[in-house]
């Protein structure tokens, strides 16, 4: 975690306007609303947006499979240094297909061993990370296993999931009740 306490604390249920609570409704309504919500929803017209966006990335309309999305969304959390991304989405990942050694293979990158068309994912999201581009050859290596609307969604994913560990990490978003930071995100 980059802060040890939120530069924008996420707004309490007593404290809700009129749209924040419209907003975090449908969320309430399936359980504790997560921090991260309760920050974003200081503004609610971007929230609205912002979700809007996340729910593509998040959905069947998303070309990837649901692992190989939680590939691109872990490696770039982790590239992010966002304890609160990689703490979120380890668990869906791991309901997504990932097992426990993936999941800690992750954080070594492509060359840990993976299956070539992992590698290729786990690739591009270092390229994206480092450079905002992926190289002709690791868009060759995603071609041989990914059609055209998946490597864009390779992009749209590394993008979204860019923003939000920036907002994450900016904002101070702090873990949710029950969490523990992975030790290798400590003091980030």
């Known amino acids: 975690m980059r802060l040890s306490k ?6 309490e ?13 449908p969320m ?3 359980g504790p609303v997560l921090n991260i919500f309760r920050t974003l929803a200081r503004e609610p017209k971007a929230m609205k947006g912002f979700l809007g966006w996340g729910n593509y990335i998040l959905s069947r309309r998303n070309g990837l499979g649901a692992r190989e999305r939680e590939i691109v969304i872990l490696r770039t959390g982790y590239l ?11 668990g869906i990942g791991l309901r997504a297909g990932l097992n426990e050694d993936e999941v800690q293979r992750l ?9 070539p068309a992992d590698a290729a994912l786990i690739r591009a999201a270092d390229e994206l990370h480092r450079d905002q581009f992926i190289t002709d050859a690791t868009w060759a290596a995603l ?13 749209f994913t590394a993008g979204q ?3 939000v560990s ?10 949710d009740a029950g969490q523990v930071l992975d030790p290798d995100l400590k003091g980030f």
């Open 28 to 30: 309430a309504e399936r």
């Open 143 to 155: 071609s041989a296993h990914f059609d055209e609307k998946q490597r864009m969604d390779v992009v």
């Open 107 to 115: 954080k070594a990158g492509p060359d840990a061993g993976w299956s």
């Open 6 to 11: 939120a530069r924008i604390s996420p707004v």
């Open 13 to 25: 249920d007593k404290d809700l306007t009129a749209d924040q609570a419209e907003i975090l409704r």
């Open 161 to 163: 999931y860019t923003q």
């Open 80 to 90: 992010c240094r966002s304890g609160y991304e990689w703490t979120q989405h380890v």
């Open 166 to 175: 920036m907002m994450l990490n900016t904002f101070g978003v702090q873990l």
